[in-house]
């Protein structure tokens, strides 16, 4: 019989497995780290053009896996999708700078400067994918889009025998795009950018067999695209959405723990049974209890962190109690963010509650949780800056709140001139700002479609009777308050 892990073996299992940085820039998916949420499935179709989510739900994760040919076999296999094994993979836009690849963000600026048209650019993308020769001789993109502009019929004929090609040899050309609100600061050239992707990427769905588009993208960013290319709703009967459950959050916890750089994670694997070992025994799969099955989690997790928030049920129960007040407006929790207040919580644990029962204390799960919206609220300010400057004037406040008494605070605040201003210190300064896109408001000057965006991006949701709420993510490190909610992080 395998002996039961003690509080402190917890504890070092967790510091080992928890990751210290959580940004998705920073941290490359590996072998052991990959982990396949049965939710995530119709986002690896291969015909599965849209694939939309917010920040920290696995856009760019995905986007890194499917470039890398062991990964990519691993989730074929996980997932049974054949066709995955049968791809050839281009980079159509990411977050690093490749111009060799694709335009960066300073040469897009100057391109939307001088008019050139997006869906020529885009195109000129794809066929330097497939190594046409004569865009090879042309360093500028500028120059490159110009030639596909004025050569339509040597446009044509590279996809039709890229697309022939790719029939004889039984695999299909699948172009990624990531990180699109890197494209453009202002909001209204990233939308028409994002429209000329959707647009070639339903040009080649309907003009081929084996050329594909794979676009990881935020949902408003996709519903800005639409006001350029209406068409692009066309992609929506096969389009996917990252998404996690709670048992999917559990299970990566889990899948973590097992696959942990510690002698602690086999221990741990023998506890829970019936883990497999895949990939020459680097990666552990956790069995579907584990992954799937919220009664066994509960029981597992109560073996971590105990049964309840405090001394009984009235205070909640641990399991449920943190991805609750992890949720965003669109009741989505961000994997990233649960794993942060994990980490949080375990320092916290091993600060001030060193003797605790349990390897979690209820305590630091709520300093978890205050940690997590500090860090959610400081991406979407990275993101999209208008957001704090929307939801500054509510600070000391309490929600629910009128929608009307949200506006005369707007206006108080002077919000249109306060976004104006923003808007102004988008330029950037220097050639290191040109990688630092932003984006604002599609409109800064209609508070109800401003509300209308801001529940959307899951920072704000309507309740029934028609007021407006913060979720605790957002709500906490904005100082807004709630009776009875978490409170803020002092100080």
């Known amino acids: 019989m395998t002996t039961p892990l003690s509080v402190q073996e917890y504890r070092e299992l967790l510091d080992a497995a928890l990751p210290e940085a959580t940004d998705a820039d920073t941290a490359e998916p590996r072998v052991q780290s990959l982990f396949t949420p049965d939710t995530h499935r119709a986002a690896l179709y291969v015909d599965s053009t849209v694939v939309r989510g917010g920040r ?25 999708i054949e066709r995955l094994r049968r791809v050839k993979v281009s980079q159509g836009f990411g977050a690093a700078l490749k111009h060799d690849l694709y335009p960066g963000p300073a040469t897009l600026r100057q391109l939307v400067e001088e008019s050139v048209r997006p869906y020529e650019l885009w195109y000129a993308v794809l066929l330097t994918a497939f190594g046409q020769p004569e865009l090879r001789k042309l360093p500028e993109w500028r120059d490159k889009a110009e030639w596909v502009r004025n050569n339509p019929g040597a446009v044509e004929r590279t996809v039709q025998t890229a697309d022939q090609e790719a029939q004889q040899q039984g695999v299909t050309h699948l172009i990624l795009f990531d990180a699109l609100e ?12 994002v429209a000329g992707i959707l647009e070639l990427a339903l040009a080649m769905r309907l003009g081929t067999r084996s050329i594909r588009f794979k676009v990881f993208i935020r949902p408003d960013m996709y519903d800005g695209a639409l006001l350029h290319f209406p068409d692009a709703s066309k992609l929506s009967s096969n389009a996917a959405a990252l998404t996690w459950s709670r048992a999917n959050l559990y299970g990566l916890l889990f899948h973590t723990m097992g696959n942990a750089d510690s002698e602690l994670a086999a221990r741990f694997r023998q506890l829970t049974g019936g883990w497999q070992a895949e990939a020459d025994g680097q990666r552990h799969l956790p069995p579907p209890l584990l992954r799937g099955d919220e009664q066994f989690q509960t029981d597992q997790f109560t073996q971590i962190a105990g049964p309840y928030m405090g001394s009984n049920f009235r205070k909640g129960h641990t399991f449920t109690w943190l991805p609750n007040h992890l949720m965003d407006g669109v ?4 994997p990233r963010s ?8 375990l320092a916290e644990t091993s600060d001030q509650y060193a003797g605790h029962e349990f390897a979690l204390h209820h305590e630091g799960i709520r300093r978890g949780v205050q940690k997590a919206s500090e860090t959610r ?30 506006e005369a605070l707007w206006e108080e605040y002077r919000l249109v001139d306060a976004l104006s201003k923003r808007a102004e210190r ?22 109800e479609l401003l509300i209308e965006e801001l529940i959307s991006l899951g920072v704000m949701r309507r309740r029934r009777d028609g007021r407006i709420d913060l979720p605790d993510v957002y709500r906490i490190a904005f100082g807004v308050g709630r009776k009875g909610g978490v409170p803020r992080v002092a100080n």
């Open 338 to 345: 649960f794993l942060s207040a994990l980490r949080k919580a």
């Open 426 to 447: 988008y330029e950037p300064q220097n050639d290191e700002d040109e990688t630092k896109v932003r984006t604002g408001p599609r409109h800064p000057e209609d508070p």
């Open 377 to 406: 609220v400081a991406e979407v300010s990275e993101d999209m800056p208008w957001v704090g400057d929307a939801i500054e004037p509510l600070a000391g406040h309490q929600v629910p709140i009128e929608q009307a008494k949200v």
């Open 56 to 80: 920290g739900v696995g856009k760019t994760f995905w986007y890194r896996s499917l470039l890398d040919g062991t990964l990519r076999e691993i989730a074929a296999q996980e997932y049974s």
């Open 331 to 334: 009741e989505q929790v961000s």
């Open 182 to 193: 890197h494209l453009h600061r202002v909001r209204a050239q990233a939308d028409r950018l």
